[in-house]
């Protein structure tokens, strides 16, 4: 229960400081930390083990220990006291087994992917060897990079029991660049039992991290730690049920590093293959290319499950098209809009050229329409005019030129149609 943080050479020393406590003079070199993942992973790159008669498989381990550790008069404190030998039994006949000819490529090969998968980590004092970890990534350190996104979502079962066993968690981020907002959705899916091992509602508290120059916009608790900043909240999950936790964040511009996003996935160490639904708006006018994100004209999106760290990028660069309009309207007399799909470049709202018909297909009154003003709100166009006289569904015919995004891609000459339908 001491290894409360995230980052595993933290927690490693608050664990060496409360040995300390009853140890005062015992010589710590490094900590090693494993989950049942990793034993079940052990044994089945090994075999079945046995001990005392019992079979140790890695389809039933937890089962099967649980038999052996629980099984015992709660009343009987020297029986209480060595409950777990039988555990220290069955490592000790593993590692026996592990290292025969025969099994040894195996067991490394199962330890390496432990590793890898954060069912394993290491802590050493000796700086050359963290220095290998922090290279191999198998020292669970909670640390971004400059420049890029991350996001580590982090659990602490505090139920007791093993009820987040049997619990999936998905992810949903949405990222919007142009905005600078981000949205985060966990959803916790509890598929146990009462009467299976341990089982029980599952009580937890989820803290999700982000870099330090982001900020959320309500969490029951926040906070930071080291150059994180991180949301949390305490939740609970009924066995056969289902729960979702929200957050919403914002993140400054300095997040897109010319024009190329990094988002880094940082894996809780002991948890089973979370789901991952990305999804990453890109600023207006822009397109992207990446290996890791499919990309859908302006959404570029990643699922997959989470067996390790990740690290996704995205290559933005300006679109070659010209902006397009997505709505025009005729909302009152002598005001005319037009929505466009990308922000307009001021400087190319050339209006002395421009022109405004009075088509008289549905009305024989010809109105001469000046214009007066050419407004920008956004992505939304605006122009005023005078000479326009009440026509219903009159049609006019308004003649632009040059207009170009802030990339320089101009719309050339056109003409669009507006009928008279006022609000």
Do not use: C
């Amino acid at each position: 229960d001491a290894n409360f943080s995230p980052d595993f050479p933290r927690s490693a020393k608050e664990l060496e400081d409360f040995l300390h406590k009853t140890r005062p003079f015992q010589k710590i070199d490094g900590v090693f930390a494993v989950d049942l993942r990793f034993v079940e992973k052990w044994l089945k790159s090994v075999g079945p083990v046995e001990v005392d008669g019992a079979i140790f498989d890695n389809e039933h381990l937890l089962e099967q220990m649980e038999q052996v550790v629980a099984d015992i008069d709660l009343h009987d404190l020297e029986a209480l006291a060595k409950r777990k030998s039988g555990v220290k039994d069955l490592m000790k006949k593993l590692a026996k087994k592990s290292f025969l000819p025969w099994n040894a490529p195996k067991f490394m090969n199962a330890v390496n992917e432990s590793f890898d998968e954060k069912h394993a980590l290491a802590y050493f004092r000796d700086e050359t060897l963290e220095v290998i970890l922090r290279a191999k990534n198998w020292g669970g350190i909670l640390e971004p990079q400059p420049a890029e996104d991350f996001l580590a979502v982090v659990d602490a079962n505090y139920g007791g029991g093993k009820s987040n066993r049997y619990v999936k968690r998905s992810v949903y981020y949405f990222v919007d660049l142009e905005s600078g907002r981000a949205s985060l959705d966990i959803r916790y899916d509890h598929s146990g039992e009462y009467n299976i091992p341990l089982s029980t509602d599952y009580r937890g508290y989820v803290r999700a991290y982000v870099p330090s120059n982001h900020s959320v916009k309500s969490a029951d608790l926040q906070g930071r730690e080291g150059n994180l900043f991180y949301a949390g909240k305490a939740f609970k999950v009924p066995v056969r049920a289902n729960e979702t936790v929200h957050f919403d964040f914002e993140f400054p511009s300095s997040t897109l590093d010319e024009l190329t996003y990094r988002l880094n996935l940082w894996k809780q160490p002991g948890v089973f293959g979370d789901f991952y639904h990305m999804a990453i708006r890109l600023p207006a006018g822009m397109r992207a290319e990446s290996d890791d994100f499919d990309i859908t004209e302006n959404i570029a999106t990643f699922r997959g499950f989470l067996d390790r760290d990740k690290k996704l990028t995205l290559t933005l660069e300006k679109d070659p098209y010209p902006p397009r309009v997505i709505s025009q309207n005729l909302r009152r007399l002598n005001i005319f809009e037009m929505e466009f799909n990308e922000p307009l470049g001021p400087s190319s709202l050339n209006s002395e050229e421009w022109k405004i018909f009075d088509s008289d297909i549905q009305n024989p009154v010809n109105d001469r329409i000046v214009i007066d003003s050419v407004d920008l709100e956004g992505t939304k166009l605006v122009i005023k005019t005078r000479g326009m006289s009440e026509q219903p569904e009159e049609r006019y015919m308004l003649e632009i030129s040059g207009v170009s995004d802030f990339h320089g891609n101009s719309t050339g000459k056109r003409t669009y149609t507006f009928f008279q339908r006022l609000e």
